[in-house]
Nanobody
Framework: GIQLMGSGGGSVQAGGSLTLSCTASGASVEDTIIGWYRQAPGHECELVST???????YYLASVKGRFTIVRDNGKNSVNLQLNSLRPDDTGVYYC??????????????????????????WGQGTQVTVSS
C-alpha cells in the first residue's frame, strides 16, 4: 500500500503562508484520493482538504479560498498551500489516503477517528503554529 509522510510545517504570524508536502511511496498519488487532516489542541481530527484522481477537490469551509491542494505527479506528492493563516489554523497536519468515505469505513471498523494518531491511517504529521 501507499505510505505517506507530511512535512513543511513551521511557525508563522497571522496572515503568513506555508506550503505542506505529503510525499508518497509504494504507490502513485495519481491513483487515489489524498486527504490533508489536522488536529488542533483540544479538538478532534478534522478533514481539511482532499484531491481525487480526476483532480476534483474538497475544502473545509473555514479554509476555502485560503488553502489550495495541488498534486505534483513528478514528485509523487500532494502539496497543501496555506495562505492568510489564522491562529485557529494552528495544529498538527497529517496526510492520509482517502477522505470522507475512508473515514466512514474507518468508523465502521470500530476505530476512533477523533484523533489523527493512528499511523495505520494517517502519515507522519507536521506542526503548524500561527501566532497573532
Amino acid at each position: 500500500g501507499i505510505q505517506l509522510m507530511g512535512s513543511g510545517g513551521g511557525s508563522v504570524q497571522a496572515g503568513g503562508s506555508l506550503t505542506l508536502s505529503c510525499t508518497a511511496s509504494g504507490a502513485s498519488v495519481e491513483d487515489t484520493i489524498i486527504g490533508w487532516y489536522r488536529q488542533a489542541p483540544g479538538h478532534e481530527c478534522e478533514l481539511v482538504s482532499t484531491i481525487s484522481p480526476d483532480g476534483s477537490t474538497y475544502y473545509l469551509a473555514s479554509v476555502k479560498g485560503r488553502f489550495t491542494i495541488v498534486r505534483d505527479n513528478g514528485k509523487n506528492s500532494v502539496n497543501l498551500q496555506l495562505n492568510s493563516l489564522r491562529p485557529d489554523d494552528t495544529g498538527v497536519y497529517y496526510c492520509a489516503e482517502g477522505g470522507v468515505e475512508a473515514i466512514e469505513a474507518y468508523v465502521r471498523e470500530g476505530r476512533d477517528p477523533t484523533s489523527c494518531q493512528d499511523s495505520d491511517f494517517w502519515g507522519q504529521g507536521t506542526q503548524v503554529t500561527v501566532s497573532s
